[in-house]
């Protein structure tokens, strides 16, 4: 033994969170040292990194902008959509409401987005060009035709102007607003991070899922009870929706499930999944009685959805930050392909 | 044109890092001790655009003995007492093929030159931060207080005027070689075969093949170990291959978010109606 072992041992000692071992290989190793408690959900990772550190560069995003950006999109663009089936349906005080919280979500929405920029002032340059390839290009476009409709479709409503007009722009954030909610989970997969882009299947579903319980908690809270029969079905398909995708992404995406179970990621997965069970079941149960309890029950489906955008982005930072999360699933894919070009005698 | 690293003949001088950052004008960005070894820099980012890293292991490398002449002094990395060994490798942005920062970037500020390198355009990103998850080896990075994204450029400057780049330049071992591809691709198969005829069983390429998940680095690496000892992916993939799939998804979740609600409206009717 060398004295340089110590050196190795101090890091790792540094390294609580940490099983890496420096220089030496999968092949061969004996079981992971045990003790520390904690249930495995998948098969014991065994891996080697360069002294622990990530693989992979974490976001440089701040939660609460795109988290924030996230939820407020989707928000935006189920409320649409409830909006113009409330207004078809002669539900007007909720197609108003719904009308209004989708031009101040997606406001909000821009506005966190705008914020998260190192160089906000050069917001502009995402307009220069339009990139397929680029989910962000893409939704700096599709914010920019939906914000407009979503804009003149209050607008209208609150002035009482134009009407044909106003159904026009209804009907056409109704129709661009599941876009704006359901590409932003294209944004997130779109990159190494592994718990987003093992997910990329059922990430949008998650999020068109938990953004028609935001708008329909937000109908809850802001429409007459006589007419929110409707907003409580609509809170049953998103919430049944959510749950469902989650529940297939955590089986599907193996390992890289795990950070949405674990810290901080886990905690607002589980707060997401108890609001959304509260808020449901107090809605179907009490929402067509009672203001107060639809109201309660809107605001919990609201939160829910918050914390599920919250849980989904920290699932990303978290497994982004410890580089098991790439090393393990690529060291397996490598091993089912079998010898391959990196692996010459 | 591209990098070859030939980690076997790396001595960790850190010339590279030096140069780079000398010719680059890249801010410093803080000097610790980290004890990682003699690394001090940690892994690349917007302020570190070359890399060296520094394992040590308990392993001997190909026939190398303790107390025995090293007369074959090619075989490269140093063979210390007691079998231990240093293995050091400088590390850079890999300008793959099919690069992941330049896809996702939304303002086409990174683009692609002429030599087929990435390059980022500084006065056009605006900070959004997007390329630096999409990349698969954690190269490029947001600068703290500037809020653009930077790395390591091939020095477009230099070779736009027919100079090798400068951590190539510097390198006093040609660790660092700089040319074009194919060329360097030979030049590492040869390598490869010549350490293991001297029993350096361990020695691969890293990112040389054209058909991998980036379609092959524009920077690939000889290596000593598995690519994971060195902080490197061992099987990278460019972001943007399943984008299809993920737009379908999307577009499939979009539909089922408007089919689903318009259903709930119809099943409801109008107001005080069925329900
Ligand atoms: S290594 Fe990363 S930063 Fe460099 S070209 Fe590839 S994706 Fe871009
Ligand atoms: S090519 Fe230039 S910028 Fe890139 S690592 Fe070498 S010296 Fe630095």
């Known amino acids: 033994m060398s004295s340089s072992e110590v050196g190795k041992e101090g890091v790792r000692g ?26 495995a959900m998948v098969p014991e990772a065994e891996f080697t990194s360069y002294y622990g550190k990530p693989i992979l560069n974490p976001p440089v995003w701040k939660s609460l902008d795109i988290a924030g950006y996230f939820f407020l ?22 197609a108003r409401a719904l009308k209004i919280s989708s031009l101040a979500a997606i406001g909000g929405s821009t506005a966190a987005l705008v914020h998260d920029l190192g160089r906000p002032e050069r917001f502009y340059n995402m307009l220069r060009v339009m990139k397929p390839t680029s989910p962000m290009s893409v939704g700096s476009w599709l914010l920019a035709a939906y914000g407009p409709a979503a804009g003149a479709a209050a607008a209208l409503e609150v002035t009482g102007l134009l009407p044909r007009l106003g159904r026009a722009a209804t009907a056409g954030a109704a129709v661009l607003g599941p876009a704006v909610a359901a590409y932003t989970a294209v944004l997130a997969a779109d990159t190494a991070v592994p718990a987003w882009h093992e997910a990329h299947r059922e990430l949008p579903f998650v999020f068109v899922g938990s953004a028609a319980a935001a708008a329909a908690g937000m109908a809850l809270v802001a429409a007459p009870v006589r007419e929110n029969a409707p907003m409580r079905t609509a809170a049953v398909f998103g919430a049944g929706l959510e749950l469902a995708a989650a529940a297939v992404l955590e089986r ?66 978290q497994s982004a930050e410890d580089p098991k999360y790439t090393v393990v699933p690529q060291r397996e894919r490598l091993a089912a392909r079998g010898p391959g070009p990196t692996r010459e005698p | ?58 392993k001997p490398i190909g026939q190398n003995e303790t107390g025995v002449d090293h007369g074959a002094a090619d075989q ?64 490029i990075d947001q600068r703290k207080g500037d809020g653009r994204a930077w790395k390591c450029t091939l020095c477009y400057d230099r070779i736009g005027v027919g100079q090798e780049p400068a951590c190539a330049k510097a390198c006093p071992t040609d660790s660092i070689q700089f040319g074009p591809l194919d060329e360097l691709r030979e030049r590492a198969a040869m390598r490869v075969d010549q350490l293991h005829g001297l029993g350096v069983e361990d020695a691969r390429l890293y990112g040389q093949d054209p058909d991998d998940g980036v379609g092959g680095d524009g920077a690939f690496f000889l290596l000593l170990d598995e690519p994971e000892v060195y902080g490197l992916p061992p099987d990278p993939v460019v972001t943007t291959r399943d984008l299809p799939s993920m737009w379908r998804h999307a577009g499939v979740a979009a539909a089922a978010l408007l089919g689903g609600l318009a259903t709930v409206f119809a099943a409801h009717g109008r107001e005080g109606g069925a329900r």
Request: glycine content about 16%; hydrophobic content about 40%; charged content about 20%.
């Open chain 2, 76 to 139: 490269g990395a140093a063979a210390g007492a007691g079998g231990m060994r240093w293995l050091m490798a400088s590390d850079v942005c890999k300008h793959c093929t099919h690069a992941a920062c330049l896809d996702v970037c939304p303002t086409g500020s990174l683009f692609r030159t002429e030599f087929g390198t990435v390059v980022v355009q500084e006065d056009i990103c605006n900070g959004c931060g997007y390329c630096v998850p999409a990349c698969p080896y954690g190269v």
């Open chain 1, 73 to 94: 999109g989707g928000l935006a663009g189920a409320g649409s959509v409830l909006a113009a089936g409330a207004q078809l349906t002669g539900r007007t005080a909720a």
């Open chain 1, 14 to 39: 540094e390294r609580p969170g940490r099983e890496a071992q420096i220089g030496k290989g999968l092949r061969g190793r004996g079981r992971r040292r045990g003790g520390r408690g904690e249930k």
């Open chain 1, 252 to 317: 599907r995406a193996g390992l890289a499930a795990e950070p949405y179970r674990r810290g901080r990621a886990g905690a607002y997965m589980r707060a997401g999944e108890v609001l959304s069970a509260a808020g449901t079941a107090g809605c179907v149960l009490l929402g067509g009685r009672s203001r107060a309890a639809a109201a309660l029950s809107g605001a919990a489906l609201l939160a829910s959805s918050a914390c599920t955008r919250f849980g989904v982005f920290h699932a990303g930072v």
């Open chain 2, 1 to 58: 044109m591209g990098f070859f690293t030939d980690t076997s003949v790396c001595i960790g001088c850190k010339a590279c890092e030096v140069a780079c950052k000398e010719w680059n004008a890249v801010p410093e960005d803080g000097l610790e001790f980290t004890g990682m070894s003699y690394d001090n820099t940690q892994g690349l980012g917007a302020d570190t655009w070359r890399h060296v890293a520094f394992i040590e292991q308990s």
